[in-house]
């Protein structure tokens, strides 16, 4: 697709479209997921329970999910349960590993870091990825306020939203504008991600701590209890697990090596039409 | 231009095939950080220094932890780590119901003073409706009721150049060939003065049961449970925690977990 519009005569211009904070964070923020997430899920293995309220319930039921391994008669079997419901999930959720040698587990080792369980060196990983994404978060937000970039691309506008049913209709039979700023959707989607997705698991993982619990107590009632705060966070990182693989497809279905480039070197092609600034070529 | 143009589709090319290489090679290449000397592992556990700092700087040092109201204890303190003690200290003790216990301070104070549990309990009283956050991610809302550990330190007259406290534990956590390990933790002088660090012996209006560390449990309320250790019966005031274990200020610590466990 993007090999068709680049050897096309009627070649768009070439734009600078991300500038070197989009870039960096971009990328930053890349390495940052991919660890918090591995090390996440070690975390979480080692109790891989979530509850709502401010406790977790052994003598009562207020659990949500629970993944955990059972005999029967056949062997053991991994089971997840949600709200009450008990799925069998062996060989991915609660049991996996080969046959000879099972392993009796929340998530899998190819998910978590370190593969075998290992919760002191999942926090390790974790908690320097946490910092080291929220003070990239930080530089974001500057840089982004001051170079427009928030205002330009990010912040969904009355126009933007009437624009919605058209941007649905044009990304189901994959016709892409590649304009100078992004499109409906995709103003809709880093919205939800940057001033939705990011604020809430960081405050969510921030009310897991004790220590920030009796600093900021409101917290604890925002999200409803510390393990309340937990499931929270679990699903937020669900969502952006959802909104990486859609970013991929995205990335891939409108020019994959395009998207690349602008996201390395800042430079992109643009539809034919797009006007040009100084410094680029028409 | 177009030579510029292949390096650097080239140079995509090349970046995107090892970043999805990473991913599916699973995560056994990162298995190294699990090596507790590894150079990587020790960089990366600087942050736990700085997420210590700022803590300490946010959060005022007498600022509470959250009590909560009698409705919220709904079930009993869940048992977690050691629960049954068989080293022959302990077991000589809880023969005697713990008549002839003796809590003590020692190391970096004015006077070395010990406590018996009877006066332990004559001692002001403090009561807290509290969270415990076990490391593993659960929570466990209890009640529980001591003395001040701040009284008994000032009782001792700490010295100035002290700067932490290291608590010493009756039960034997692990065994190895060469011997019990026996469960040991410290915190700085901010846990240890707090005024919700007390020095259990009630828990749900009874006496602490021994799968919860009876005689004495110090609560550090704004700490993972881990900082709440069980079976007490020395507080050492050092300036040095390195002496102690694999010098890291804690049983867990020496397997690898931060000191500070405020997070």
Redesign the interface.
Known sequence: MADVIETAPTKGPLIYRQSIFTRVTHWVWAICL?FLL?SGLQ??N??P?L?IG???????ENAVLEIYAVNTDDGPRGKTKLFGQEFDTSGVLGMSGTEQRPAFRGFP????????Q????G???H??F??TFVLTMFVWFMASFINGHIRRDIVVTPNDIRGVPKDIKDHATLKFRHGRSYGPLQKLSYFGVFFILFPLIILTGLT????????W?WL?DVFGG??TA?TIHFVVMTLLVAFFIIHIIMVVAAG??NE??SM??GWYRASPGTTTEEGEQP | MSQLQLT??R??GV??ASASS??LA???Q??F??SRDNEV?N??????T??YKV?RG???DQ????E?SAS?I???Q?PNGSTDPTTPEYKALVANDFADYRLKITGMVEQEVSFSLDELRNMPVRSQIT?H?????????AKWTGTPLSGLLDQAKVRPEARFAVYHCFDNIQRSLSGDILYYESSDLVDAYHPQSILSYGLNDEALPIANGAPIRLRI????GYKQPKFLHTVELVDDLSPFGKGKGGY?ED????W?G??
Not at chain 1, 55 to 60: A, L
Not at chain 1, 109 to 116: D, G, K, N, Q
Not at chain 2, 43 to 48: G, K, Q, R, S, T
Request: charge should be neutral; charged fraction near 20%.
């Open positions: 991919f591995l975390i979480f080692a109790h329970s509850y401010q406790q977790s319930g052994f003598e009562f080792a190819a998910l978590t870091i370190p593969s075998f290992d919760l002191a060196t926090r390790v990983v908690f320097f946490a910092w897991m701590s004790p220590g920030i619990d009796s600093a107590p604890l510390r393990q937990r994959p090596i690349l480039r390395i070197t | 650097r589709r140079f995509l970046s995107a990473l991913v699973g995560c056994e990162f298995d950080l699990g592992r960089v990366l556990e600087m942050a736990n700085l997420t803590q946010l959060i005022g600022v509470m932890a959250r909560y919220e709904r079930q009993g869940k969270r956050d076990c490391v593993e991610g659960w929570s466990c809302i309320e704004r700490a993972l867990w397997n690898g977990y931060d500070y405020g997070i």
